[in-house]
């Protein structure tokens, strides 16, 4: 399963209306039921990225960020996708990032 990251200013939305485009993209290229999507604000993204295997995010990103970025702009606009979706593509079929070990 991966966990992606969906962010902008807000969380609400923008991310929004990115995340249908995306589950679209991810469901026809069959990734149908191996994924699931948070939505959050760009200020959320460093206490969440180290249970998240990338990030897709609708809005500027800071450099100090250690997590694998997808730009969500063009799915936003319209504009040309096809270098977004292979990012996308090639997110999900990478291995899944290691998780922090959990003590009790």
Known sequence: MKHILMACGTGICTSSAVRDRVCQILDSHG???TYDVTPCKMAD???LA?????LIAVTLIPGTLDIPYV???PFLTG???SASERSLLALMRAPSRAR???CS
């Not at 180290?50 to 990338?54: A, L």
């Open 71 to 73: 730009n969500g702009t």
């Open 50 to 54: 180290e249970t998240h295997d990338f």
């Open 45 to 47: 993204v460093p206490a």
């Open 31 to 33: 990734f149908a039921g």
């Open 100 to 102: 922090a070990s959990v």
């Open 79 to 81: 504009g040309d996708t």
